[in-house]
């Protein structure tokens, strides 16, 4: 368990915009931040992070929170984990007292297969760097390579001792279950035998973007024409290939910082390029490059350059990963190395100016790369060249900027010396054809789905629950600050016994005035999580004089941190659509703090008499009551209400 202690260093010095901003590309926004939702595919920012309010919210899936909960979120951390990973981001020692047997019994499969994972890594390297075969085969392949001893230990590269099952007996000796081996790959298990998967192999961890080990890649030494130059890890509850770009976690910052990510194939490509000095570097592990890698990306920069071999055998089936990138909105571009290079070897026979400048020099628009890549195949054969510039228009058409089609549509036409017309026509023409597919496909769905369709009576708008969100929202921004409040205090006068609301001025906190204002009128929430929050705000600012937002958000589970996120950033959307451009500008509330309380609790009051009103009405329609009385208490209750609503007006007019 971690102490008390620690839990509360880190809520007190973890900053939400610099943890976010380790998985996201933030942009400045006023006073907040926006970026990409890294939990759903979309193209306009629809997420915000406040570093005033140290929390964030994801507006297109709803979650949201502080920092704890994005790291609970988006990578799957239990509770303590996220504490510990903030832990060690910020410097702070962690205080904790040992697992028992039975919370180790506790932990679930998804957490188990980290575990494992994590044992597995450091055992790689400490075979690596303590035994004979180790050092002798896997550490001189390393060397041999030119990594440092610093770049081993960075990436975390180990070696599997070339035994059918040492690594096996090791993890099973330590207390880690066969189930969890098999399941992580680490340990194949055929009937009553088991044996290493990675036998023989120097090892490459594969991180995700916050540094969990997920999965492993091998390569053997060895020749042997049976087995597999490289293997990696299978598919399992935490590895999945096709989410997964090798060397991210280490080159987030610098993608980020450069806004430019560098593309390669395999491991040693990322490793080398990282030693020489440019870090804005991942692969895709000789995979065919997939939305979802292409989107990690996304979320940290626009701009990404694909580096291929000089003599890539495969480079045309490489090159359809750029259309998946142009379809992302994304910017390409593409540099090719010299014959009988690629980026590892070229990284080591070179400085990084060299490098540098190389990569600065060689770096082609994509359509200039596939033009001249096709037009080289097509080799002056007129249906070969048709093919050739139908391809690249084809290109063209997934770019979802009108712009940049156009001013690829005009460099396309430059390159290939043909008319501006005739490829903005046949831009039209798949854009069509697509069209169709798509209504097709469309239409298909409906018929498939074809019910009796019902008119959907107008939602109205549930007032008492919106008022009761402000209710909630005011307390959390200002239930501590103090204001001057002008009170109604009901008077009757004395000529000709009207009622009359006489104003009084007095000093009181937020939360204390709202507090006696709806016990004065027995008010309770209808909506219960609203009532949870509202007892559990009151009971905290009653007891702290310093009311910190994320440390109470932080004690929250994740349904009520959704939604107290939910309330605080719901104002911000305007601001993620910029709408001070186009002069709406969203009133600041801190101007007016006691406006804005007085402004609510008359409308709530407002809002309950007419409920009250509704029911006596309600009343009288039954032909036993005795209306007399409940008519003179309505009259009053309407006298009532306009003197209130004529105050309202005041408090809203200013």
Not at 581 to 602: A, D, F, G, M, Y
Not at 607 to 633: A, C, G, H, R, W
């Given at each position: 368990?971690?102490?008390?202690?620690?839990?509360?260093?880190?809520?007190?010095?973890?900053?939400?915009?610099?943890?976010?901003?380790?998985?996201?590309?933030?942009?400045?926004?006023?006073?907040?931040?926006?970026?990409?939702?890294?939990?759903?595919?979309?193209?306009?920012?629809?997420?915000?992070?406040?570093?005033?309010?140290?929390?964030?919210?994801?507006?297109?899936?709803?979650?949201?929170?502080?920092?704890?909960?994005?790291?609970?979120?988006?990578?799957?951390?239990?509770?303590?984990?996220?504490?510990?990973?903030?832990?060690?981001?910020?410097?702070?020692?962690?205080?904790?007292?040992?697992?028992?047997?039975?919370?180790?019994?506790?932990?679930?499969?998804?957490?188990?297969?980290?575990?494992?994972?994590?044992?597995?890594?450091?055992?790689?390297?400490?075979?690596?760097?303590?035994?004979?075969?180790?050092?002798?085969?896997?550490?001189?392949?390393?060397?041999?390579?030119?990594?440092?001893?610093?770049?081993?230990?960075?990436?975390?590269?180990?070696?599997?001792?070339?035994?059918?099952?040492?690594?096996?007996?090791?993890?099973?000796?330590?207390?880690?279950?066969?189930?969890?081996?098999?399941?992580?790959?680490?340990?194949?298990?055929?009937?009553?035998?088991?044996?290493?998967?990675?036998?023989?192999?120097?090892?490459?961890?594969?991180?995700?973007?916050?540094?969990?080990?997920?999965?492993?890649?091998?390569?053997?030494?060895?020749?042997?024409?049976?087995?597999?130059?490289?293997?990696?890890?299978?598919?399992?509850?935490?590895?999945?290939?096709?989410?997964?770009?090798?060397?991210?976690?280490?080159?987030?910052?610098?993608?980020?910082?450069?806004?430019?990510?560098?593309?390669?194939?395999?491991?040693?490509?990322?490793?080398?390029?990282?030693?020489?000095?440019?870090?804005?570097?991942?692969?895709?592990?000789?995979?065919?490059?997939?939305?979802?890698?292409?989107?990690?990306?996304?979320?940290?920069?626009?701009?990404?350059?694909?580096?291929?071999?000089?003599?890539?055998?495969?480079?045309?089936?490489?090159?359809?990963?750029?259309?998946?990138?142009?379809?992302?909105?994304?910017?390409?571009?593409?540099?090719?190395?010299?014959?009988?290079?690629?980026?590892?070897?070229?990284?080591?026979?070179?400085?990084?100016?060299?490098?540098?400048?190389?990569?600065?020099?060689?770096?082609?628009?994509?359509?200039?790369?596939?033009?001249?890549?096709?037009?080289?195949?097509?080799?002056?054969?007129?249906?070969?060249?048709?093919?050739?510039?139908?391809?690249?228009?084809?290109?063209?058409?997934?770019?979802?900027?009108?712009?940049?089609?156009?001013?690829?549509?005009?460099?396309?036409?430059?390159?290939?010396?043909?008319?501006?017309?005739?490829?903005?026509?046949?831009?039209?023409?798949?854009?069509?054809?697509?069209?169709?597919?798509?209504?097709?496909?469309?239409?298909?769905?409906?018929?498939?789905?074809?019910?009796?369709?019902?008119?959907?009576?107008?939602?109205?708008?549930?007032?008492?629950?919106?008022?009761e969100r402000k209710i909630i929202e005011i307390l959390l921004l200002y239930g501590n600050e103090t204001e001057n409040f002008e009170d109604l205090v009901l008077k009757e006068d004395e000529t000709t016994g009207d009622l009359n609301l006489e104003p009084v001025i007095h000093q009181a906190k937020v939360f204390e005035k709202i507090y006696l204002d709806l016990q004065e009128d027995e008010m309770q929430f209808s909506d219960t999580n609203f009532k949870t929050l509202y007892y559990s705000i009151i009971d905290t600012l009653h007891q702290a004089d310093n009311f910190q937002l994320k440390d109470f958000i932080g004690k929250l589970n994740q349904d009520m941190a959704n939604e107290v996120?939910?309330?605080?950033?719901?104002?911000?959307?305007?601001?993620?659509?910029?709408?001070?451009?186009?002069?709406?500008?969203?009133?600041?509330?801190?101007?007016?703090?006691?406006?804005?309380?007085?402004?609510?609790?008359?409308?709530?009051?407002?809002?309950?008499?007419?409920?009250?009103?509704?029911?006596?009405?309600?009343?009288?329609?039954?032909?036993?009551?005795?209306?007399?009385?409940?008519?003179?208490?309505?009259?009053?209750?309407?006298?009532?209400?306009?003197?209130?609503?004529?105050?309202?007006?005041?408090?809203?007019?200013?």
């Open positions: 368990m971690i102490s008390k202690s620690t839990i509360e260093q880190v809520f007190e010095t973890a900053r939400v915009e610099e943890v976010i901003g380790d998985f996201v590309n933030l942009k400045k926004s006023g006073s907040n931040f926006k970026g990409l939702s890294p939990f759903s595919d979309e193209r306009s920012p629809s997420f915000m992070v406040s570093p005033v309010k140290q929390i964030w919210k994801d507006f297109s899936s709803g979650k949201g929170g502080n920092a704890v909960t994005f790291l609970m979120e988006h990578e799957h951390f239990t509770y303590p984990e996220a504490i510990k990973y903030l832990a060690r981001k910020y410097n702070i020692e962690i205080e904790e007292t040992e697992q028992t047997n039975e919370q180790k019994e506790e932990a679930n499969e998804r957490e188990s297969l980290y575990l494992v994972n994590e044992f597995a890594n450091e055992y790689f390297q400490r075979i690596l760097h303590k035994t004979d075969q180790g050092k002798a085969i896997g550490l001189s392949y390393f060397k041999e390579r030119g990594f440092t001893n610093d770049t081993i230990k960075e990436f975390n590269l180990g070696y599997s001792l070339d035994e059918w099952q040492a690594f096996t007996d090791e993890a099973l000796k330590k207390g880690y279950l066969l189930d969890y081996l098999e399941k992580t790959g680490l340990t194949i298990v055929k009937e009553d035998k088991q044996f290493d998967r990675f036998k023989g192999r120097v090892m490459f961890p594969i991180h995700s973007m916050s540094g969990r080990i997920l999965g492993f890649g091998g390569r053997i030494l060895k020749v042997d024409k049976k087995a597999a130059k490289y293997v990696n890890s299978p598919e399992s509850e935490v590895y999945h290939k096709s989410k997964i770009l090798y060397g991210l976690f280490h080159a987030k910052q610098a993608i980020a910082k450069e806004d430019n990510c560098y593309l390669v194939e395999g491991y040693t490509d990322v490793i080398q390029f990282h030693q020489t000095g440019i870090k804005n570097v991942v692969a895709s592990s000789g995979t065919a490059l997939t939305p979802e890698q292409i989107r990690l990306i996304n979320r940290l920069t626009k701009n990404i350059t694909v580096l291929f071999d000089g003599d890539a055998a495969g480079i045309r089936a490489s090159i359809r990963g750029i259309d998946l990138i142009l379809e992302q909105g994304m910017n390409v571009k593409v540099v090719m190395f010299p014959s009988g290079e690629d980026p590892d070897s070229f990284a080591r026979q070179n400085t990084l100016s060299e490098l540098s400048s190389y990569l600065e020099e060689n770096s082609k628009d994509f359509i200039q790369f596939k033009a001249a890549l096709l037009v080289e195949d097509a080799n002056n054969d007129p249906i070969k060249k048709a093919e050739t510039i139908r391809e690249i228009v084809n290109s063209i058409s997934k770019i979802p900027d009108p712009i940049k089609r156009e001013i690829y549509i005009q460099e396309c036409s430059r390159i290939m010396d043909i008319s501006e017309e005739v490829l903005f026509s046949t831009l039209a023409q798949i854009n069509k054809k697509e069209q169709q597919e798509s209504n097709k496909n469309y239409k298909s769905e409906q018929k498939a789905f074809n019910v009796i369709k019902h008119e959907q009576p107008t939602r109205k708008v549930d007032y008492q629950y919106e008022l996120t939910t309330i605080l950033m719901n104002d911000e959307r305007y601001r993620l659509h910029d709408w001070q451009r186009n002069h709406i500008i969203p009133k600041e509330k801190k101007e007016t703090i006691s406006q804005l309380v007085t402004q609510t609790i008359l409308s709530l009051r407002c809002f309950l008499i007419d409920q009250k009103v509704s029911e006596y009405q309600n009343e009288t329609s039954q032909p036993e009551v005795n209306t007399l009385p409940i008519m003179e208490d309505i009259r009053d209750y309407l006298k009532l209400k306009t003197l209130l609503s004529k105050k309202l007006g005041k408090v809203v007019g200013g």
